[in-house]
């Protein structure tokens, strides 16, 4: 019996909904259908009270979370996309993620965002919105990448006080399976040496940590040694074990799947640059997805997206400065 990513996120709200009284899901069609993707399939049944069905409207159901966290509860808002949550930009980034500054009282939501590509998605379903609101005082987000994380980093974000946006990538929903959860969690905020090496480092997040790794055992059939650090979340970012793993290496791989202009990839070439400059045995680099909108067509979105071949190739390319 195998346990997917998308099991894990059931199984850590199906937990919270029975630990904790405070805690209730709020999304669309999250009743009865079991949510676009099936994350909260049959929650209604066991929890009738407590797994609520929006409107269609996200400014609005992000906007009741915050009123309904005020006043003491811990909800957890599904949108159908993370593309999506941007008619809720206002509410999450000038209302949740300031209200503690601005008035000691903490909102204590957490905003599962399905981020990312699958092929024939297209522009609007497909994108990794994390840059948008990590780049914002008092909001915390998550990036999950393996099964264990998808589980352990929702049941922490709930217990958060500040807002968390939980960045879970559907492409890994059912693809990405492991035998059981692992018991112990590294906490939000760390990050995690997936692959030991000491030729180059890459440091990367949520689906790229997978394509990453089959581009390092791709060279390892060469010689070469390549570090994979798995960020886990990009606010906070844990630059102490970036910085780490450069010392070990001396070249860095900046990787994501988002557009390249700005965001999480050039955060860490900047501090890694600004904080760990004399590790450096060559200049850092950055790998993103194509800066122009996503592709519906499948062959067009693999070419869109880093794969296992481009990051072999950056990863040459950093290899022989």
Request: proline share 7%; net charge negative.
């Amino acid at each position: 019996m195998s346990v997917t990513y998308i099991d894990a996120i059931h199984l850590a709200q199906q937990e919270l909904l029975g630990e904790r009284n405070d805690v209730f899901l709020y999304g669309q069609d999250i009743g009865g259908f079991g949510g676009a993707f099936k994350a909260t399939k049959g929650l209604q049944e066991e929890f009738p009270s407590r797994v609520l069905d929006s409107p269609i409207s996200e400014d609005a159901m992000v906007g009741m979370a915050i009123g309904a966290a005020i006043s003491g509860m811990r909800p957890i808002v599904e949108m159908q996309f993370a593309d999506f949550s941007s008619i809720a930009f206002n509410q999450i980034a000038n209302h949740a993620g300031t209200h503690y500054y601005r008035t000691g009282v903490p909102v204590p939501i957490t905003i599962r965002l399905p981020c990312g590509g699958t092929p024939g998605s297209g522009p609007f379903h497909s994108q990794m919105v994390e840059t948008l609101y990590a780049h914002y005082p008092g909001i915390i987000v998550a990036t999950p990448a393996t099964v264990s994380d998808a589980y352990h980093l929702l049941k922490e974000s709930v217990e958060i006080n500040d807002p968390v946006v939980f960045c879970e990538h559907k492409f890994l929903y059912r693809w990405l399976k492991t035998a059981e959860i692992h018991p112990k969690a590294l906490p939000l905020g760390v990050a995690r040496i997936t692959r030991p090496g000491k030729h180059a480092t890459v440091v990367t997040y949520s689906a790229m940590v997978h394509e990453a790794v089959r581009a390092a055992d791709r060279l390892a059939k060469e010689g070469w040694e390549i570090e994979v650090v798995d960020l886990r979340s990009v606010k906070p970012l844990d630059l102490d074990t970036v910085i780490a793993s450069v010392a070990r290496t001396g070249r860095l791989l900046a990787l994501g799947e988002a557009f390249p202009w700005g965001g999480v990839t050039a955060e860490v070439v900047s501090r890694v640059v600004a904080e760990g400059f004399h590790l450096l045995d060559a200049p850092p680099l950055r790998l993103n997805a194509k800066d122009t909108p996503i592709p519906y067509h499948p062959d067009l979105w693999a070419a869109h997206r880093p794969t296992p071949e481009s990051i072999v190739e950056k990863l040459r390319e950093l290899l022989n400065l």
